[in-house]
């Protein structure tokens, strides 16, 4: 798909260029072709509030086949959820580095739904309670893992980051993301949220709970993904 920047003052970040050179940017929606399926990343902040509303109300009912992305200047939990609910599937900083903004379309386009740490933990509410001992299918699971897989899965499925994970278990975060995406292979799911369903003493409860959370954020997605928050006093190296 086409990647177009909505900002009410029609510049690009250098970030956004950086992630995606070939990116058109817009005030409007006026010159976009209504045939053509795109990614729209929508740039947020306080002062634009009414601008966004009905950017994404023209976006939903003229783009169907499109997808949306909400770039915010400061994300919060409850602008997240309100742009989820209006049809937006990924959720980010405005200042991300053009490597997890990559990450962010091809997870979007493959069905997935992105979204930071506070919100996923939201979401996955009673999962968040993983056991170590007690159901025989988290045993199963369990028993498919490496000791060190183990380790990982559990702290993923409560929610924790892989910088968080890599720091508690004294390991780097690419062994971490190495882990866990082995894990995932291994145990048959394809996102942390569905891990963390499997290793809950209350997975069917917790699956029936978090699937009503999701379908009132987007009717549309079937999965939900969640990537660990930015390091941003790191990443923010673009902030003008």
């Keep these: 798909m086409r990647d177009i920047f909505l900002c009410p ?3 690009m970040l250098d970030n956004w260029k950086q992630a995606f050179p070939k990116a058109l940017v817009s005030s409007s929606l006026v010159t976009v072709p209504v045939s053509e399926p795109v990614v729209f990343w929508v740039h947020a902040n306080a002062n634009n509030v009414s601008w966004l509303e009905n950017i994404m109300a023209s976006i939903e009912k003229k783009f169907k086949a499109s997808k949306v992305v909400v770039l915010a200047n400061t994300p919060n939990e409850p602008d997240a959820l309100t742009v989820m609910r ?8 405005a200042y991300s580095a ?5 990450e962010l379309k091809t997870v979007v386009m493959h069905g997935g739904i992105w979204l930071g740490n506070d919100l996923l933990r939201t979401l996955i509410g009673a999962a968040k309670e993983v056991i170590h001992t007690a159901s025989s299918n988290v045993e ?6 490496t000791n060190r897989e183990k380790q990982v899965a559990l702290e993923a499925a409560k929610g924790c980051s892989n910088k968080e994970i890599a720091r508690l278990l004294n390991i780097t975060e690419r062994t971490v993301k190495a882990h866990i995406s082995s894990s995932l292979e ?3 799911v394809k996102d942390r949220l569905q891990l963390a369903l499997i290793l809950n003493q209350n997975g ?20 939900l993904h969640r990537v660990e928050k930015d390091n941003l006093k790191k990443k923010l190296e673009y902030v003008a």
Excluded: F, M, T, W
């Excluded at 209006?86 to 900083?93: D, E, F, S």
């Excluded at 053009?98 to 990559?102: A, D, E, F, R, W």
């Excluded at 069917?204 to 999965?223: G, T």
């Design 204 to 223: 069917e409860s917790a699956k029936s709970s978090i699937s009503a959370e999701v379908k009132k954020l987007h009717p549309k997605q079937d999965s």
């Design 140 to 145: 199963k699971a369990l028993d498919l893992l």
């Design 86 to 93: 209006r049809g937006a599937v990924g959720y980010c900083h």
């Design 98 to 102: 053009p490597s997890l903004l990559k």
């Design 186 to 188: 291994k145990l048959g």
């Design 9 to 11: 003052n029609g510049n």
